[in-house]
């Protein structure tokens, strides 16, 4: 079956169970346990039950698409992502947000874990990215061109929505929550960088690094769907001095306290956008 007809497929079998066209995707990365939990479930549809959606690889890590309301606004999270890191093909990694455009979603918003690599930044603050530098070495619209998904040479320009940049650096500031802006470096990992690899990111004029994000971005604007990215800095990676050795218990707890600061801009910004 070709990918347009499974994306169909998944999209269909989605619909039929939930009843309605959601307005906003979710991914939700690490440590957004508030953001779920302000979420009125109507439906919670593990991975192994749809059609199309890749097995979860990692034990213990949750797999499932969770439909509900918040602030009576009917949206979609994804809660549980796919890593390029973990062998998904870039298809499957992004395989989600092609279902969520064919959902009749209008906005996706994506939280992600990240390295900080600007001077002023520190573990535990929260960015809303502007634009990305992707240093992948393979990209999901690699190969044949399907144009019901899109066009061939897709431009880059605002794939980070200046308006909903806008709507975070506005809500935040509402919220007494200090957001910075980022540019994120987009890398496949699994390694953290080195120093001379956070180095050359700073100069290149990333200011933020992550394992994930990129392709989902390019693919959602490759499809036209509006998006907008926040990040939790989990470590503190520029100037090269100030790399400490964290072990994964502080990195969960720092992702935890930036998850409540990213859970509540987003709350707040489905319910103003
Ligand atoms: N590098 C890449 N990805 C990351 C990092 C990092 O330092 N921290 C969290 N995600």
Redesign the pocket.
Known sequence: MSYFNQIQETTSYLLNIVGRKPEVAVVLGSGLGRFADKIEITHRIPYEDIPHFPPTTVKGHEGALVFGLINGRFIVAQAGRYHYYEGYSMNEVTFPVRVFKFLGVQVLLIAS???GIHENFEAGDITVVTDHINLHHENPLNGPNDERLGPRFPDMKDAYSPRLIDLALEVAKNCNINLHKSVYAG?P?PN??TKAEYNFLNIIGATV???STVPEIIVAKHMALESCVLTAI??K?FPISAIKEVTHDE?IEVAQKAGEKISTVAIEMIDKM
């Open positions: 874990a990240v390295g890398l990992g953290l960088e690094v992550g394992m989990t470590n990676c990195v």
